[in-house]
């Protein structure tokens, strides 16, 4: 293993600019990983070495000439599958998409690589972003480099275990429902919903466009807000992007690294974030860490959210009847794969066999509840009501961030579970987002970091951060003032205790 792989984004891009590692080094560095364990994770659906290689070597040309450039140059970045990038095809986890090649960037691509950042490899996922532990792949399920008996979360789960294998630093991840926190959470690595609409969705598959965030994961705060301030800001192929001038989230991160910035922070603990079905040590590591912000000055302060409890039910409305509409344009004629059926047939036949074919259960069984929820004489019985509980929920929101700067939560209730056990009840997979689709149905930003492991079962627990929209830089300043915290008590970053350092990702011993 080459000790380039163990540095931060910004260890790397350090050296980098210093001349004493080349973009091209780093990029074989990572390639290499992914290959030497790739075989174990699955956290990848495609590669080009040629083409990584290729944007590596442009990078060290533009520096011999003289170019100043980004924070981040030359610092290798996966793409999770949803993003369609002209070096590699793209296909959302999704049989009905096997070998499309896009013509164009996704704008948070462009972005990224406008800054010097070399694409490495796209990441697996859930079929349309749909699932929380990436087991509704076509391509198979990522397994989670803690333990690889057990599930990277989802609906990122590739991105996540990439960064957490060393096999990326940094990962572009989609959160819609909670898809780059909840694998974070899962894999003890870092990742950020950014405010709806802070970072452009331009060729972003879609999944349901009111909820759908494309946000950076990586393994410690402030290399996750550096790649944060590379995709953020207006774009023009986005109606729902925001013109803001953002602040530097990496400015906040480094501003935030003394837990004496948590001096006065108001934290609100919502009572129906801390479920009843809460792992116990999860909610050890949390309760711990509210001890020890509050040891630094932070203030707690309970706080009643009573519409949070109907949170997953509204989305679960939203989200199938959006996906059902943003899906009709896999028919067959426009994009992907096409089925004729052996006795030929009409158009509809096509595309029935089509749809059939090339879409997974999951997403059967969504398209199937959102067409049914968005039907004449339901619409108002179940999508109107979602849409007026969506409201409530926001309007808690608000209330909340009278009294309060953040609200912490864990991340999940729980940290990841064994491959396989909830294919049979998706409610599972469903209740598991309890926590993060509040923050999505309010198009606020929220962060994931890692505060330990769970004492049952060695597992890496995560701790949300939300804040109000447009305040994603207080997110980062806060969770980098508990990432400090947390080194301290451990004596070294988090990440520096992944197995996959210890040079083993096998199966763990059973406890
Ligand atoms: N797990 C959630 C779902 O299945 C979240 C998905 C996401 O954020 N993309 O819908």
Same mark, same amino acid.
């Given at each position: 293993?080459?000790?380039?792989?163990?540095?931060?984004?910004?260890?790397?891009?350090?050296?980098?600019? #210093?001349?004493?590692?080349?973009?091209?080094?780093? $990029?074989?560095?990572?390639?290499?990983?992914?290959?030497?364990?790739?075989?174990?994770?699955?956290?990848?659906?495609?590669?080009?070495?040629?083409?990584?290689?290729?944007?590596?070597?442009?990078?060290?040309?533009?520096?011999?000439?003289?170019?100043?450039?980004?924070?981040?140059?030359?610092?290798?970045?996966?793409?999770?599958?949803?993003?369609?990038?002209?070096?590699?095809?793209?296909?959302?986890?999704?049989?009905?998409?096997?070998?499309?090649?896009?013509?164009?960037?996704?704008?948070?691509?462009?972005?990224?690589?406008?800054?010097?950042?070399?694409?490495?490899?796209?990441? *697996?996922?859930?079929?349309?972003?749909?699932?929380?532990?990436?087991?509704?792949?076509?391509?198979?399920?990522?397994?989670?480099?803690?333990?690889?008996?057990?599930?990277?979360?989802?609906?990122?789960?590739?991105?996540?275990? $990439?960064? $957490?294998?060393?096999?990326?630093?940094?990962?572009?991840?989609?959160? +819609?429902?909670?898809?780059?926190?909840?694998?974070?959470?899962?894999?003890?690595?870092?990742?950020?919903?950014?405010?709806?609409?802070?970072?452009?969705?331009?060729? /972003?598959?879609?999944?349901?466009?009111?909820?759908?965030?494309?946000?950076?994961?990586?393994? &410690?705060?402030?290399?996750?807000?550096?790649?944060? &301030?590379?995709?953020?800001?207006?774009?023009?192929?986005?109606?729902?992007?925001?013109?803001?001038?953002?602040?530097?989230?990496?400015?906040?991160?480094?501003?935030?690294?003394?837990?004496?910035?948590?001096?006065?922070?108001?934290?609100?603990?919502?009572?129906?974030?801390?479920?009843?079905?809460?792992?116990?040590?999860?909610?050890?590591?949390?309760?711990?860490?509210?001890?020890?912000?509050?040891?630094?000055?932070?203030?707690?302060?309970?706080?009643?959210?009573?519409?949070?409890?109907?949170?997953? @039910?509204?989305?679960?409305?939203?989200?199938?009847?959006?996906?059902?509409?943003?899906?009709?344009?896999?028919?067959?004629?426009?994009?992907?794969?096409?089925? +004729?059926? &052996?006795?030929?047939?009409?158009?509809?036949?096509?595309?029935?066999?089509?749809?059939? @074919?090339?879409?997974?259960?999951?997403?059967?069984?969504?398209?199937?509840?959102?067409?049914?929820?968005?039907?004449?004489?339901?619409?108002? /019985?179940?999508?109107?009501?979602?849409?007026?509980?969506?409201?409530?929920?926001?309007?808690?929101? $608000?209330?909340?961030?009278?009294?309060?700067?953040?609200?912490?939560?864990?991340? #999940?209730? +729980?940290? /990841?579970?064994?491959?396989?056990?909830? *294919?049979? &009840?998706?409610?599972?997979?469903?209740? *598991?987002?309890?926590?993060?689709?509040? @923050? *999505?149905?309010?198009?606020?930003?929220?962060?994931?970091?890692?505060?330990?492991?769970?004492?049952?079962?060695?597992?890496?627990?995560?701790?949300?951060i939300i804040a109000p929209a447009y305040e994603d830089a207080r997110m980062y300043r806060a969770g980098a003032a508990v990432e400090q915290l947390i080194t301290a008590r451990d004596g070294s970053p988090?990440?520096?205790?992944?197995?996959?350092?210890?040079?083993?990702?096998?199966?763990?011993?059973?406890?």
């Open positions: 293993m080459s000790e380039l792989i163990t540095l931060t984004a910004a260890q790397l891009a350090g050296k980098i600019a #210093a001349g004493d590692v080349s973009a091209v080094e780093a $990029a074989q560095a990572h390639l290499d990983q992914i290959s030497a364990v790739d075989g174990t994770l699955n956290a990848f659906l495609a590669t080009r070495a040629e083409a990584s290689l290729a944007a590596a070597r442009e990078v060290d040309a533009r520096r011999t000439a003289g170019e100043t450039l980004g924070a981040l140059a030359g610092v290798p970045l996966a793409v999770k599958d949803v993003l369609v990038t002209t070096d590699m095809p793209a296909t959302a986890g999704s049989k009905i998409l096997e070998g499309y090649q896009s013509p164009f960037d996704a704008t948070a691509v462009a972005k990224a690589r406008a800054a010097g950042l070399v694409s490495i490899g796209k990441t *697996n996922m859930d079929e349309f972003a749909m699932g929380s532990a990436t087991e509704n792949s076509a391509y198979g399920p990522t397994a989670n480099p803690w333990d690889t008996t057990r599930v990277p979360g989802g609906s990122g789960g590739g991105s996540a275990a $990439a960064v $957490a294998a060393f096999q990326a630093p940094l990962a572009l991840g989609s959160d +819609t429902g909670g898809s780059i926190r909840q694998p974070a959470a899962l894999t003890g690595t870092v990742g950020a919903k950014p405010t709806y609409g802070g970072v452009s969705r331009y060729g /972003a598959i879609a999944l349901a466009s009111s909820l759908d965030q494309i946000g950076p994961c990586g393994r &410690d705060v402030l290399d996750t807000a550096l790649l944060h &301030d590379v995709i953020a800001g207006h774009d023009a192929h986005d109606a729902t992007s925001l013109n803001f001038e953002w602040p530097s989230m990496a400015a906040a991160a480094l501003g935030g690294a003394d837990p004496a910035s948590l001096k006065g922070l108001r934290v609100g603990v919502v009572k129906q974030l801390m479920l009843d079905g809460v792992q116990p040590g999860v909610k050890a590591r949390f309760d711990e860490t509210l001890a020890m912000i509050t040891a630094a000055g932070a203030e707690i302060v309970e706080i009643d959210a009573p519409h949070f409890e109907y949170a997953v @039910a509204a989305y679960y409305l939203i989200l199938p009847a959006e996906a059902s509409s943003n899906l009709a344009k896999y028919d067959s004629v426009r994009f992907g794969m096409r089925v +004729t059926p &052996d006795a030929g047939g009409t158009v509809q036949d096509v595309m029935s066999a089509t749809r059939a @074919a090339g879409f997974g259960p999951e997403v059967k069984r969504r398209i199937i509840l959102g067409t049914y929820a968005l039907s004449a004489g339901y619409y108002d /019985a179940y999508y109107g009501s979602a849409q007026k509980v969506r409201t409530l929920i926001q309007r808690d929101f $608000a209330a909340a961030f009278e009294q309060v700067d953040v609200i912490m939560s864990p991340t #999940a209730p +729980t940290t /990841a579970w064994n491959l396989g056990t909830h *294919n049979a &009840d998706p409610m599972q997979d469903y209740i *598991n987002d309890a926590t993060t689709i509040p @923050a *999505n149905l309010a198009g606020l930003p929220g962060i994931s970091l890692p505060i330990g492991t769970a004492a049952e079962d060695g597992l890496p627990v995560g701790l949300q988090f990440w520096t205790q992944a197995p996959a350092l210890a040079g083993s990702m096998a199966r763990k011993a059973a406890n």
